[in-house]
Nanobody, 119 residues
């Protein structure tokens, strides 16, 4: 299984970016897909996740500004980021993990993509 993320870059405060993560492997349609971020000197944190059924969960810091979505036919998860703030600057990682009801556990990470928001 491989996760390939892209879409990061440099943007001014108030701008928008869309991250994409393609999953190569058969697990996508059943997995909980998530986006995490890690800012310099800070721990990695969950930004948003989405179940295979489309239920979403967001960190309080991004609610109303970020939208996570998935295209099960394309094995792709997206993160639309609007109204970006300098404090959103971080390396963003996509993640795939087993449904919570499963006994068999797995978790895969993509390479990070850097998002830099200038003030």
């Amino acid at each position: 299984v491989q996760l390939q993320a892209c879409g990061g870059g440099l943007v001014q405060a108030g701008g928008s970016l869309r991250l994409s993560c393609v999953v190569f492997g058969s697990i996508f349609s059943i997995s909980i897909m998530g986006w995490y971020r890690q800012a310099p000197g800070k721990q990695r944190e969950l930004v948003a996740d989405i179940t295979f059924g489309g239920s979403t969960n967001y960190a309080n810091s991004v609610k109303g500004r970020y939208t996570i979505s998935r295209d099960n036919a394309e094995n792709t998860v997206y993160l639309q980021m609007n109204s970006l703030k300098p404090e959103d600057t971080a390396v963003y990682y996509c993640n795939a993990k087993n449904p919570t009801s499963w006994q068999m556990q797995y978790e895969f990470w993509g390479q990070g993509t850097l998002v830099t928001v200038s003030s």
